[in-house]
């Protein structure tokens, strides 16, 4: 069974920060586009950001500029820098390694890490 590890979650207040990192096994982790998605309580799993086998990010509208996607292919993980966070992106953020390496969804996830922006 894959196994996607993702840490870094915790409390912040609004305007604070957080880096999510993902660790995936070797094999998987540098042929996938990697991506990070999101739930908030009562939502649909949506995408955050993702970033291709080669290295090219992709942001949902509301996180640009404040949201950064990087990987280390030399430690197989993923990381998700996060600035001025803001309450309504309270969730459980997910960890994905896509089958294919342009776009992350469908292939293996992680168990999630909880992220509470709150006062």
């Known amino acids: 069974q894959v196994q996607l590890v993702e840490s870094g979650g915790g409390l912040v207040q609004p305007g604070g920060s957080l880096r999510l990192s993902c660790a995936a096994p070797?094999?998987?982790?540098?042929?996938?586009?990697m991506g990070w998605y999101r739930q908030a309580p009562g939502k649909q799993r949506e995408l955050v950001a993702f970033?291709?086998?080669?290295?090219?990010?992709n942001y949902a509208d509301s996180v640009k500029g404040r949201f950064t996607i990087s990987r280390d292919n030399a430690k197989n993980t993923m990381y998700l820098q996060m600035n001025s966070l803001k309450p309504e992106e309270t969730g459980v953020y997910y960890c994905?390694?896509?089958?294919?390496?342009?776009?992350?969804?469908?292939?293996?996830w992680g168990q999630g890490t909880q992220v509470t922006v709150s006062s």
């Open positions: 994905n390694a896509g089958l294919d390496s342009s776009r992350p969804g469908i292939g293996y």
């Open positions: 070797g094999s998987i982790f540098k042929r996938s586009a």
């Open positions: 970033i291709t086998s080669g290295g090219t990010t």
